[in-house]
């Protein structure tokens, strides 16, 4: 494993757990979807931006499905450390979700505001399904009831960065996902 970064407190999950957990997941999707009628025989995987890419890359990679991919800017944290703004589409799909099965890709689902949104939000668009997969789940920081379909990782209350999940649109390069040390946050300088 490479130099960790100064703000890592602990390496809660390595690429490789990544990736190897992502294939299992994948095998579930794949078994879920395998005899349903999807229209243009295609499932429709939409990406939160920016968080979700490596996961989502990893997961498209090995999920033996024909698919479609889109993505959705949706922002709810605006440079803090915990989601507590309402969620904004800032960037919306490019591809017409009427009569669509969609699986949602997310990074992290906490309070759970922004994916109940954007889950709302495709169905009343006119989505036939919308299912959700999330590589970490704190479900300590759920405020609503919400219950995504698929979880990689079940995490307990703690600030992670890595693998997609930044600090100030930062560090989401780190190929592994760890929790920050928050204590160094006041006094750190990029």
Known sequence: MQKLHPLVKEVLFTREQIQKRTKEIAKEVEHYYKDKPLKDNSLLVVGLLKGCVPFYTDFCMVCDLTMEMDFMVVSSYHGSTSS?????????????????????????IDTGFTLKYVKEYLLNKGAKSVKILTMLDKPSGRKIDLTPDWVCFTIDPCFVIGYGLDYQEKIRNLPYVAVCDTTKLDDWKW
Request: proline share 4%; glycine share 0%.
């Open 84 to 108: 507590n703004s309402a969620p904004k589409i800032n960037l919306d799909l490019n591809t017409d979700v009427k009569d669509r099965d969609i699986l949602i890709v997310e990074d992290i």
